[in-house]
């Protein structure tokens, strides 16, 4: 992957990680087994 890759896959893995801890109960101990 080129690093403009790598960045846009960071960018998509965390909008999808906010998405999904914006819309569902999980407490703030279980985010490192997300």
Not at 5 to 23: F, H, M, Q, R, W
Request: charged share 20%.
């Amino acid at each position: 992957m080129s690093n403009i890759d790598d960045k846009t896959a960071i960018e998509l893995t965390a909008d999808i990680v906010s998405a999904y801890v914006g819309n569902n109960p999980l407490p703030a101990s279980g985010l490192p087994d997300l």
